[in-house]
Every structure is written in structure tokens, then in C-alpha cells.
């Protein structure tokens, strides 16, 4: 797989296969690298980077040059997948439209990744976009946030990272075409797309009635409770469906018969919000993982809101080894997010930490590609490489 996107979306799909067991090569521009490197100012990578580039084998290339493109083609046709995320139509530029690289390598899946889109209103098609971008054009942002604040957007970057687990498994699907004696393709994996298709039943709501989602903090349109509620010391998140609102009743002395209206009722009125100021009041009076383990107990979901040093030192995060450690290739043994998911037989594996800028050059050039040591010279005074 060759991966030649910068940031997030795109190079993390390839991140997620080269943890899996995939050859990555991730192309980055000579000299200049993929600024999510981000170096610090001791030099190391920036965190991200260290965290998502994992696995991959490093090489520079400078493919808007004759030679450059040459080189690039000629790696395709060693690859099967070819993953990138440039602003659309620029690859066309350096003649390496989608006619021209599945003419020079039939087998390859190309899979685009942008964030409106490689087709539709050319005004939207030929906008930068980002994450948040995407997130506030997909509609998804409008009916995030508080009925009172402004909207807000899924952090962090929420939309990317949906995307890169589309550009990866369409990819796949396409590659198994492939295997199976089909053809490469192209695949067009929008951010604005990948956001709006998570957006459960909203667009069914309004071409079938004309309702549009307004915004109503973490409560369910649909259920009471499901909302984040103060205890004394922290927060927890509540959701009680069906039995369970009995039970949680039940614990707080109150008749179940009374409020069930409330439970799958209008969420704002006035006997939904009095339930609501109740439970908020009952919960006040426990420690969080006091009343955690209360409502566990009797058989109400519940969770402890918590931070990133709550996740570190969690029991079940350790029991399930969430996190590892692996030797980064600038700044020595880091400590992270392991692999996700966790497969019984060929569970993945961190087998190098992120690369240097050009670090495999003369391993993927060299070995892969065959060009001699003469001609890499030859290729770094061009600054092709």
C-alpha cells in the first residue's frame, strides 16, 4: 500500500492496515516531510505522529518532477492500493490522473480522500477543507451542542478519523475485487459524505416530516434518562432504557408507574424536566464511583466520565492491554494506544515506531524498485528523492 496523504484521515486508514500487517509505504515531499511530523523543539516527532505512523516504511519523493513521476508509477505497479488525499484535480496536474495510473497499473485501487469530494458543484469540489469543515457541512455540527451554545464539534476530529476507517475498508472491498480477477478502480471517500452518513435517522426525519434536529446537549430525543449528571466529586453518564428506568426509580424511592410517562415521552416537559432536576438532585449526594457501583449493582448502564490519567492507571485498561509501549525511531521508548481491534489469530503488531523522513529509501528504491545505488545519487542531487 502507498499512502501519500498528510495529517489525518488518509495516512490513518494506511496506519490502521500497516498495524495489521500490511507493507505501508507513506511518500512524503523531500526536505519538507508531512507537517503532522510536527517536530518539537528537541527535534522528535510530535506526538501524533509517533502515534499514527507507526509500522510504515518512509521514502521522499518529489513526483511533480518527469523523473519523479516516472518513479512513482513505476512503484504503483508494485502496489495494490494506492491511498492520498490531495486537493482535487491537482494529481492531474503531474499527469497522474486516475486514466493515466490505472493505464500504468491495472490491478491498483486508488482511493481519493477530500473533503468535499472529487465530483458534484465545482465551487464545493475545489475547497481546503479539514475536519471541522467537513463535520459543519455534513450536519452533523448543527445538532451538536447545547439547546443555548453555540454548536460544537466532535473532538478530537471526530471526522477524519470516521473517514479513514471508510477509505480503508472500501479500499479493501475493492482490493478483494481485484483478487478475485476483477480490475483496479478509483473510490471518491468525502469527509462531508462519511459525517452525514452517520447521522442516523435525521434526514429520514425530515424528507418524511419535516422535523430538523435542533440541538439538545448529550440527551436522547427518544429516552429519559440518557444525559451526563454531577456527582460529588465527577461526572457520569446515565443511560436507562425500558426495565432499567424501573430499577433506577426503584433506587432513587420512587414509583416507576408515576414517572414512566416522562421515560419515552417529550424530553422538555415539565414532568420530564422535574424528573430530570430529581435525579440530578439524588445523584449530587454519592461519590461518582460510589453511585457507579450502586447502579451496576441493580443492573443500570452507567459510566464514570473520565480523563486521559483516569484511562491510564484503569484496571480494565490494563487487563486488556490497551495500551504498549514501542521504540519511536526519533524519540526512543513511548508509551500509547495499542492496536484496535483485537483478532484471535493474527492480532497485529507494532514492529517499528514512525520513521525518519526518507528513512527506507534505499530499501524500497533499492530492493523493491531495483535501481542501483548509482542511480538514488543520481535521483538526491535532482531532489527527486
Given at each position: 500500500m502507498v499512502s501519500t496523504g498528510f495529517y489525518l484521515a488518509q495516512p490513518f486508514a494506511a496506519s490502521l492496515a500497516a498495524?495489521?500487517?500490511a507493507e505501508v509505504i507513506h511518500v512524503e515531499r523531500p526536505k519538507v516531510g508531512d507537517p503532522y511530523r510536527m517536530w518539537r523543539a528537541d527535534g522528535t516527532h510530535g506526538y501524533g505522529f509517533m502515534q499514527e505512523r507507526r509500522n510504515m516504511l518512509c521514502?521522499?519523493?518529489d513526483f511533480s518532477k518527469p523523473r519523479g513521476r516516472e518513479l512513482f508509477l513505476k512503484l504503483l505497479g508494485a502496489t495494490d492500493i494506492w491511498m492520498e488525499s490531495s486537493k482535487p484535480g491537482s494529481l492531474a496536474k503531474f499527469g497522474l490522473d486516475d486514466d493515466?495510473?490505472?493505464k500504468a497499473a491495472p490491478h491498483l485501487v486508488l482511493t481519493h480522500v477530500s473533503g468535499f469530494g472529487q465530483t458534484g458543484d465545482p465551487d464545493y469540489v475545489s475547497r481546503p477543507a479539514y475536519d471541522s469543515i467537513g463535520q459543519a457541512f455534513s450536519g452533523m455540527m448543527y445538532q451538536n451542542g447545547n439547546?443555548?451554545?453555540s454548536p460544537y464539534r466532535a473532538q478530537p476530529d471526530t471526522g477524519d478519523y470516521l473517514t479513514?476507517?471508510?477509505a480503508l475498508w472500501s479500499s479493501l472491498a475493492a482490493y478483494i475485487r481485484v483478487l478475485k480477477?476483477?480490475?483496479?478502480?478509483?473510490i471518491d471517500v468525502a469527509i462531508f459524505e462519511v459525517v452525514h452518513k452517520h447521522l442516523g435517522p435525521t434526514m429520514l426525519e425530515y424528507f418524511q416530516e419535516g422535523i430538523v434536529r435542533e440541538r439538545h446537549g448529550n440527551k436522547s430525543t427518544f429516552n429519559q434518562p440518557m444525559d451526563c449528571f454531577r456527582a460529588k466529586d465527577g461526572w457520569l453518564m446515565i443511560v436507562a432504557m425500558f426495565a432499567q428506568f424501573d430499577r433506577l426509580c426503584e433506587l432513587m424511592e420512587q414509583d416507576p408507574e408515576q414517572w414512566r410517562p416522562v421515560h419515552l415521552g417529550d424530553m422538555n416537559s415539565p414532568r420530564a424536566l422535574e424528573f430530570d432536576g430529581m435525579l440530578r438532585k439524588w445523584a449530587s449526594q454519592y461519590a461518582v464511583e460510589d453511585l457507579v457501583r450502586l447502579l451496576i449493582d441493580n443492573g443500570v448502564p452507567?459510566?464514570?466520565?473520565?480523563?486521559?490519567?483516569?484511562?491510564?492507571?484503569?484496571?480494565?485498561?490494563?487487563?486488556r492491554g490497551v495500551h504498549m509501549e514501542w521504540e519511536d525511531g526519533m524519540s526512543g521508548k513511548v508509551k500509547g494506544i495499542g492496536i484496535v481491534p483485537k483478532l484471535s489469530d493474527t492480532p497485529g503488531k507494532i514492529w517499528r515506531g514512525a520513521p525518519k523522513l526518507g528513512q527506507d529509501n534505499a530499501l524500497v528504491y533499492g530492493k523493491l524498485l531495483g535501481l542501483e545505488t548509482s542511480e538514488l545519487e543520481q535521483l538526491q542531487r535532482e531532489e527527486v528523492i
Amino acid at each position: 500500500m502507498v499512502s501519500t496523504g498528510f495529517y489525518l484521515a488518509q495516512p490513518f486508514a494506511a496506519s490502521l492496515a500497516a498495524e495489521m500487517g500490511a507493507e505501508v509505504i507513506h511518500v512524503e515531499r523531500p526536505k519538507v516531510g508531512d507537517p503532522y511530523r510536527m517536530w518539537r523543539a528537541d527535534g522528535t516527532h510530535g506526538y501524533g505522529f509517533m502515534q499514527e505512523r507507526r509500522n510504515m516504511l518512509c521514502v521522499t519523493m518529489d513526483f511533480s518532477k518527469p523523473r519523479g513521476r516516472e518513479l512513482f508509477l513505476k512503484l504503483l505497479g508494485a502496489t495494490d492500493i494506492w491511498m492520498e488525499s490531495s486537493k482535487p484535480g491537482s494529481l492531474a496536474k503531474f499527469g497522474l490522473d486516475d486514466d493515466a495510473v490505472l493505464k500504468a497499473a491495472p490491478h491498483l485501487v486508488l482511493t481519493h480522500v477530500s473533503g468535499f469530494g472529487q465530483t458534484g458543484d465545482p465551487d464545493y469540489v475545489s475547497r481546503p477543507a479539514y475536519d471541522s469543515i467537513g463535520q459543519a457541512f455534513s450536519g452533523m455540527m448543527y445538532q451538536n451542542g447545547n439547546p443555548d451554545g453555540s454548536p460544537y464539534r466532535a473532538q478530537p476530529d471526530t471526522g477524519d478519523y470516521l473517514t479513514a476507517n471508510y477509505a480503508l475498508w472500501s479500499s479493501l472491498a475493492a482490493y478483494i475485487r481485484v483478487l478475485k480477477g476483477g480490475k483496479g478502480q478509483s473510490i471518491d471517500v468525502a469527509i462531508f459524505e462519511v459525517v452525514h452518513k452517520h447521522l442516523g435517522p435525521t434526514m429520514l426525519e425530515y424528507f418524511q416530516e419535516g422535523i430538523v434536529r435542533e440541538r439538545h446537549g448529550n440527551k436522547s430525543t427518544f429516552n429519559q434518562p440518557m444525559d451526563c449528571f454531577r456527582a460529588k466529586d465527577g461526572w457520569l453518564m446515565i443511560v436507562a432504557m425500558f426495565a432499567q428506568f424501573d430499577r433506577l426509580c426503584e433506587l432513587m424511592e420512587q414509583d416507576p408507574e408515576q414517572w414512566r410517562p416522562v421515560h419515552l415521552g417529550d424530553m422538555n416537559s415539565p414532568r420530564a424536566l422535574e424528573f430530570d432536576g430529581m435525579l440530578r438532585k439524588w445523584a449530587s449526594q454519592y461519590a461518582v464511583e460510589d453511585l457507579v457501583r450502586l447502579l451496576i449493582d441493580n443492573g443500570v448502564p452507567c459510566a464514570k466520565v473520565v480523563s486521559s490519567k483516569d484511562v491510564a492507571e484503569h484496571p480494565h485498561f490494563k487487563a486488556r492491554g490497551v495500551h504498549m509501549e514501542w521504540e519511536d525511531g526519533m524519540s526512543g521508548k513511548v508509551k500509547g494506544i495499542g492496536i484496535v481491534p483485537k483478532l484471535s489469530d493474527t492480532p497485529g503488531k507494532i514492529w517499528r515506531g514512525a520513521p525518519k523522513l526518507g528513512q527506507d529509501n534505499a530499501l524500497v528504491y533499492g530492493k523493491l524498485l531495483g535501481l542501483e545505488t548509482s542511480e538514488l545519487e543520481q535521483l538526491q542531487r535532482e531532489e527527486v528523492i
